[in-house]
Structures are given as C-alpha cells and as structure tokens.
C-alpha cells in the first residue's frame, strides 16, 4: 500500500538532492513521476530544482489555489509516484490532496522540505505532513558545533544571525545557516544583550 512520506531536514541538509534521487530512481526503472515544486519557490527559475550538489530537473509548478489530486488525475495518472520538492510552501489542502492520491491510486507520495521557520515556527504545508504522513523522517545536518542542526537561522547581509521578519524569505547560503538550538539561542541571547 502506497504512503506519504515526509521527509525535513534543516536547510543544507540535502533535501533537494534526496528528492532529485529518488526522481531519478523511479525513471532509472522506466516509471514516471510526477516533480512538483510550489510556486512560491522561485530561487532557481519558475519551474527549475536545483540542488547545492548540482543536481537539477524541470517540475510542475503548483500555485496555492492549485489542486494538487485534480492535476494527477487529469494529466499524471500513468505515474507511479509523487514527488515535491519544498513541501513546506504547500497549503493544507494541497497536503490532503496528494495524501488522496496515496489512498485512491495505491501512488507513493514523497514530500521533502522544512519542518520549521527561521522563528521554529512550523510552516502551514509541514505542520499537515506532521499530522498525517505515513512516514516522518528527519534528514540529518550538523551545526558548526558538531550538534545536531535542528534550527534554520536567517541571516542579515552582514551574516548575523536575526530573529524578526517575514516566515518567508528566499534564499540560500547566503541567508540561512543550520543551528542546533543551543547555538541558535546563544545568538538570540547575545543580540538581545545588544539591543
């Protein structure tokens, strides 16, 4: 029986590359996948994922008011499953849509993204995948400590760590650093110390 499956990980922990993989898995053995990205995700062009290794392919773009079980009934039927890149962004409609798809074609359904913000505030997509994927596993990073990262610090232009500002914003290295807590509070504190 086909699952859906959550796959987070902190930024850098190789999500994008994990879920480039397992694209190519599925078409190595000649089935076809359905490669959705929200639309929200723009960093690399409309309809691109790209990992930080290199790896990249063209997926469908799935705006917000888009149905997500519609569209695989409609146009990607013949696929054996389903994977997105960027779950996070997803709505919690959408997330229900594609956990549909798992129960009314037998089609695996693989989400890979974040579980949390720059605050560790879930994001809507991933707090439905916490409540009703199958399967939860979280992708190991380290943070510079050698702990592990649990944490996607937003950093300013200088590099600092910051802890006010919008749930979204696009970026990569240059913006984001994976903390474990401990270090991520350490930078809370000191910047509370100067402000």
Avoid at 114 to 133: C, H, N, V, Y
């Amino acid at each position: 029986m086909a699952k859906l499956y959550f796959k987070y990980g902190a930024m850098g922990s190789s999500k994008t590359a994990q879920a480039l993989i397992t694209k190519f898995n599925y078409e190595e053995r000649n089935m076809k996948v359905m490669f959705l990205k929200p639309s929200r995700d723009t960093r690399d062009g409309a309809d691109v994922v790209r990992s930080r290794i290199g790896l990249e392919a063209r997926a469908t773009v799935l705006g917000p008011e888009d149905n997500a079980y519609d569209l695989f009934r409609d146009r990607f039927r013949d696929c054996k499953a389903v994977v997105v890149d960027e779950c996070q962004f997803l709505t919690p409609a959408q997330v229900d849509q594609l956990a549909d798809i798992t129960i009314d074609f037998d089609v695996a359904v693989l989400c890979f993204g974040l579980r949390t913000d720059f605050q560790t505030k879930f994001f809507p997509g991933s707090r439905r995948l916490m409540e009703i994927a199958e399967s939860i596993q979280e992708i190991k990073m380290v943070c510079d400590c050698g702990a592990k990262a649990t944490v996607n610090a937003r950093l300013d232009d200088n590099g600092d760590v910051i802890f006010e500002g919008e749930q979204v914003v696009l970026g990569g290295n240059d913006r984001y650093r994976a903390m474990c807590r401990k270090c991520w509070m350490k930078a809370r504190r000191a910047r509370e110390g100067k402000e």
